[in-house]
């Protein structure tokens, strides 16, 4: 942190003395006035305006932290403003550009996501065309959206070898922690939401600070495919010192990497088995079906040949369902897994009797409803990007006046608010993102590859569980950016690595041929 520190006050010193300075006047003036509660928060938040200056990646790690307590912030303490993370995420851009315009060198990188990236925000930004209630609804939504390509394109410029692990380190972190608080909620703190109550009242739902438990398990279920892809990794490579040097030589600008590579077996497997607990304690079907697809891929990803793939992810799931049909998954799970197949239902739901049996299934499957009329008035760009719930009082089933903020399905989510054009191209973007991932984890070695992995279990996850809810709430979208921007990363060091050895490859030849001459 010193070197970077020195570098930082040698490229523009005053600036940042002033920023400085400036931070600390404020913090001081506003300490008069705040109680001791209060004032820790703020000098916390000013130590961290501070870090960001010297390193952006800092200012990013704060917003991952504290994006996830959106909804706990808003319902339990209200002084602290909800949204926050959404400070810090601007800092960090801002100084991001900052630093290229001091330096004359401000550019766009163009990783090869950007394209589809761009063409699902112009989709999205036509729709808004006409949009009912634009400035609450549709504005935010394509906001969110826009800092997914501005953070994906910070990722892609700024992160370096040495910042990889650090980058990794928060991520898992802040899974760890929002596990440890669902763990919590379950059944050590004793009471909670009724609504969430299950086996008889003597456990509850774990929610995090999502104040939900099922897109609190989207976000768990994903943050245990990255941990779960790194892990696996690992194990394949036997830990060799071979791999290790392929490992270091791949990643390091220097034969002396200044950080440690990747968190070894000993740090992953404890946050592994946190998030996995936290995840079952969710009871989120959606996010079990996901995770299970996810662990399913990445068994295809892992073995360097892909038959091999396939038949280790036939085994994973051939032995799931012998666990069911022996008898030896526990009944509960096995019947939250499947009880609602009774009730789904490819018909109109308006006639369809109510009870608590069948209350949930039956809203979702109402909302899914609500939706296909959408598509149907609006069928090439929807009612607005992000307006399925104003527009959703015009569509809705006589027995389900309440909208749900989202139609629970988020293809269908998305189809209602852009068209069939947003719609064709979201799966367009997330059918190359896929691929790409798919890609890398055929040409890297080492962490690379345990990442690529991991992301690969990650998208195919948030592509599962999307069936079933909308994953981009409570600031998950910021964490979907920086993975996005890890992907970025992985293919930018992948086209390094090949063009490093297509140069040896040709020095190799140039001496075969000065050689060649010497001899004759």
Known sequence: MGRVLSRTLAWNGPLITLLVLGVALAAGLLLIRLTPLDGVLFVGLAIAGVATLIEPLAGLAVALFLGPLRAYLSAEVPQVPAQIAHVFVALTLAIWLARGLARRNLRIPHPPLLLPLGVFLTAALVSLWGAVELPVYGVPEFIKWVQILLLFLFISDHLKPRLLPWLLGVLLVTGLFQAGVGMWQFGLRGEGPEHFAIFGGRFYRAYGTFEQPNPYAGYIGMTLSLAIGMMAEMLRGKGTRRQRDKETLFLSPSPCPLVPLSPGPLVLLPIIIALGAALGMSWSRGAWLGFGAAVSVMAVALPRKTHWGLLLAAVLVVGALGLYATGLLPASVAGR???????????????????????????????????????????????????????YS????????IALGHAHNYYLNIAAETGIIGLAAYLILWGIVLWQTWQAT??????????????????????????????????????????????????RRVSESASQRNILNADQISDFGIEALAGI
Request: some cysteine; hydrophobic content about 50%.
């Open 394 to 401: 015009r569509f809705a089933l006589i027995n389900w006046p």
């Open 337 to 391: 897994l499947t009880d609602f197949a009774q009730d789904v239902r490819f018909e109109d739901v308006r006639g369809v009797g109510i009870n608590d049996a069948n209350y949930a299934v039956i809203e979702r499957l109402a909302h899914w409803q609500a939706a296909l009329e959408m598509i149907r008035h609006h069928l090439w760009t929807g009612v607005g990007f992000g307006c399925y719930e104003p527009a």
């Open 442 to 491: 055929r040409h890297t070695e080492g962490l690379l590859r345990g990442l690529a992995i991991g992301l690969l279990g990650t998208w195919t996850h948030l592509s599962v569980h999307h069936f079933l809810d909308n994953l981009y709430v409570n600031n998950v979208h910021l964490h979907v950016a920086v993975l996005l921007g890890l992907l970025a990363f992985i293919i």
